[in-house]
């Protein structure tokens, strides 16, 4: 083996080397504050508190991965429906979607999350999550958006009478695209008329 074939291999397996320590890319969070390190009077920024009648705070000592907080909810009345942290979305049509957090409760199934893909304000359909535990669990919805171009995400939580008196914790929410979603079907054309059959003589 002459020089220059020892110098070309030795490029290589550099170069091979150097490859390996390259940072993995993500796809970004379109969730903002989905980690809720921005608050005021612990109601996260860039979130909002819909048929909620109970006491939402930031909680630094429930956490979970690589999370420093976590979103809890205290639930101290009896409130209509479930109480929902809700964050609204910009999307674009016939992608595929990602929706990951972490979730647990003082009481099982207090607490669920999930998402509704709208056409402006109209919903189009909607998918859940299934209900808490009492110990950090992670939960993913995954969701073609078809004609969608806006999704709602929900952290929901039980407000009935059973309810009072539990807690629920959320952490570490995020959205992403992860690719193209299912084609819009297309209108075929109507099909020619057949010729018409001359008449016999």
């Excluded at 890319?25 to 996260?44: C, Q, Y």
Aim: charged share 20%.
């Amino acid at each position: 083996m002459n020089k220059t074939t020892t110098m070309k291999h030795k490029w290589l397996a550099f170069a091979l080397f150097a490859l390996s320590f390259q940072p993995l890319t993500h796809a970004a969070n379109l969730v903002k504050n989905g980690d809720f390190s921005v608050a005021a009077n612990g109601v996260p920024a860039d979130w909002k508190l819909m048929k909620n009648v109970q006491t939402v705070a930031i909680d630094t000592t429930e956490i979970t991965g690589d999370s420093k907080q976590s979103l809890r909810v205290d639930i101290g009345k009896q409130g209509e429906g479930l109480g929902q942290i809700v964050q609204q979305i910009s999307a674009t049509p016939y992608k595929k979607y990602l929706l990951k957090f972490d979730m647990k409760s003082s009481a099982a199934g207090t607490g669920l999350g999930s998402v509704k893909l709208q056409v402006g304000k109209s919903e189009l359909s909607r998918l859940a999550t299934r209900k808490s535990t009492t110990g950090w669990q992670s939960y993913s919805v995954e969701m073609d958006s078809g004609e969608a171009n806006v999704i709602l995400v929900l952290l929901r939580y039980e407000q009935k009478p059973a309810s009072v008196g539990q807690k629920v914790w959320f952490a570490n929410v995020s959205l992403e695209q992860t690719g193209d979603g299912a084609a819009p079907a297309t209108t075929a054309a109507p099909a020619a008329p057949a010729p018409a059959t001359p008449a016999a003589p």
